[in-house]
């Protein structure tokens, strides 16, 4: 049974049989008291008159006695009703007003509605379960390039949150434990236009079953799980869970490669940003030297391993190193806040800070006093709340680490552009003078904004025209479609970084590489010129014109007026 009508036939059915008994009694007793007709013969009321007449009592309302002038005995009868009928009205409509304002009932209420509006999605969406830093950011990540999201959380002031704020799609959301797999089939898991899961909450033993839940109702869906441990990690990898990330290895993995290759993190930065956002400055730490981590626990364990494997030479600060660890060079012991545990650690002759604490202010007071004693160093700040980032702005930090915006970001770029994870795995086996090619050619692309990237699928509901085209056995050449579909001499601002084709990727695909149907494509360049190039692939007049044949009319004015138009041109 319905849970809204469950709640209501269990609350309302003391006032409801309450209504019904009186009815009954009410109508039982003037239908049995003798009554008179006008000419004071004896006569009876029907049923049907006692329920007309007991209806409009019960409420006051007061249309007179029917059908015949009452007797004293009826009135007196009726004058036992009114109280009666009253009273009862007032108990049911009170019980109504307790019901209506009920938690449970509310809630019901709410989750019904918010079933009817998930069940009602007619466009592809994501469930993302937890709606804290990372999950809200994602979130707007997603509704800002217009990819449609429901979101599940325990918190009812992260709900109440998301229904307040600006997103540029609508999200539903629900108040519930995203770990119960009722909550999350409520939520769309098996809805056919689910398109993946993202748990995102805080607790690695909640995102760990999310993603046991998803995989055993819904095989083939794609989940992506956030992760702080490597022991969940593995776990959740050995079921089978599509992409796993740990902020703190991926921020000391980017840093790791901006130390060896700086113009390919660079390049990253850029393509991972949104279209039109300034173009970010390229980072330098230093390739060698002695450098300090406050904070050995996740974060700065992290940052010590790949530290260590660029050959540097690291001092760990730590205040409780007995829970956390030690590592082999040993630790000073102490928060690092303090000018004198900083000298203790070579402050004044290390090139790099990692101020890694779970504390913004104790990171905020490590960067400050760090930069009092050395002026010169490369400081990585971690970020733990987003609501600091001002002060973080204007600490000094060169690089800022903030695990929810990493992770963020990372899954946004796994959702919306799949080929652009796939292109940074393959760019990392480049060499850096490649990078840095490929960085001056985005920059004298797009000057100083950050480029648009986006994927192209050639398939007859994305690329009509070039798949008519493929079908009739002439192949346009990635050449033709990157010509201007409204001066076809001009080539556009786009430069074409990846194609996928049955499972095999290549980088920077030439000029000359002739398309096939079901190829993938990924570009970046000015937003205007992925417009345009859509206008080749769904128009087969576009493709015609830059293809430099003449574009053939079937309709029927162009018909008549295409024989005038030529001997127009011939003369």
């Given amino acids: ?44 009321m029907s049923l049907f008159h006692a329920f007309y007449f007991v209806s409009y009592m019960s409420t006051t309302i007061g249309f007179g006695e029917l059908p015949n002038t009452f007797t004293d005995a009826q009135r007196l009868w009726v004058s036992g009703c009114v109280f009666a009928t009253v009273a009862v009205w007032i108990y049911a409509i009170g019980t109504l007003i307790a019901l209506l304002q009920d938690p449970t009932f509310q809630r019901a209420i709410r989750e019904r509605r918010f079933r009817a509006r998930v069940r009602g999605l007619c466009t592809p969406f994501y469930l993302v379960c937890g709606y804290g830093q990372t999950g809200s950011a994602l979130v707007r990540g997603l509704t800002d390039r217009h990819l449609h999201a429901v979101v599940v959380d325990i918190d009812p002031e992260r709900i109440n949150l998301l229904q307040l704020e600006n997103q540029r799609e609508y999200v539903p959301a629900f108040c519930a434990d995203a770990r119960s797999p009722a909550h999350l089939e409520a939520a769309g898991l098996r809805h056919p236009l689910c398109q993946g899961v993202v748990a995102l909450t805080n607790v690695n033993e909640t995102n760990l079953k999310i993603a046991i839940a998803a995989k055993l109702m819904h095989p083939e869906v794609t989940v992506i799980c956030r992760a702080d441990s490597h022991e969940v990690e593995a776990n959740m990898a050995s079921f089978g869970t599509d992409h796993i990330y740990d902020p703190f290895d991926t921020f000391a993995l980017y840093m790791a490669t901006a130390i060896q290759a700086p113009c390919l993190t660079l390049l990253f930065d850029w393509l991972s940003g949104f279209g039109g956002e300034r173009l970010k400055e390229p980072l330098f730490p230093p390739t060698r030297g002695r450098w300090v981590i406050c904070g050995y626990g996740r974060f700065g364990k992290a940052m010590y391993k790949h530290l260590k494997e660029q050959g540097m030479e690291v001092q760990v600060i730590e205040a409780l190193p007995h829970k956390t660890g030690i590592p082999e060079e040993g630790v000073v012991q102490g928060r690092g806040t303090e000018a004198v545990t900083l000298e203790q650690a070579g402050i004044r002759r290390a090139v ?12 905020l007071s490590i960067v400050m006093t760090a930069l009092m004693l050395n002026r010169g160093l490369f400081v990585i700040a971690r970020e733990n709340q987003h609501h600091n980032h001002q002060l973080f702005a204007r600490v000094g930090a060169h690089a800022i680490m903030h695990p929810s915006l990493i992770v963020a970001n990372r899954i946004g770029i796994r959702l919306v552009n799949p080929l652009l994870s796939d292109f940074a ?28 990237v986006w994927e192209i699928v050639l398939e007859p509901g994305r690329a009509f025209a070039v798949c008519d085209a493929i079908a009739r056995g002439e192949p346009p050449t990635l050449e033709i479609l990157l010509r201007d579909p409204q001066a076809r001499d001009e080539r556009l601002p786009v430069i074409p970084l990846l194609l996928a084709r049955d499972g095999a990727r290549w980088l920077l695909p030439g000029p000359e590489t002739e398309l096939e149907a079901g190829d993938r494509l990924l570009c970046c360049g000015r937003e205007w010129a992925s417009r345009r ?13 830059v293809c430099g044949r003449e574009s053939w009319r079937e309709g029927p004015v162009w018909q008549l007026l295409a024989p005038l138009l030529r001997r127009a041109r011939d003369h």
């Fill in 425 to 452: 795995t393959l760019a990392r086996l480049e060499d850096e003078p490649w990078a840095c090619e490929l960085v001056s050619r985005v920059l004298g692309l797009v000057g100083e904004c950050a480029p648009h």
């Fill in 1 to 44: 049974m319905d849970t809204i009508v469950f709640l209501v036939f269990r609350r309302m059915r003391a006032p409801l049989l309450s209504l019904i008994l009186v009815y009954a009694v009410a109508m039982a007793g003037l239908a049995l008291i003798p009554a008179q007709d006008a000419a004071g013969d004896p006569a009876t």
């Fill in 533 to 545: 190039m859509g206008w080749t692939l769904q128009n087969l007049h576009a493709l015609d014109y």
């Fill in 352 to 363: 790099g800070l990692v101020a890694g604490t779970d504390h913004d202010a104790d990171n």
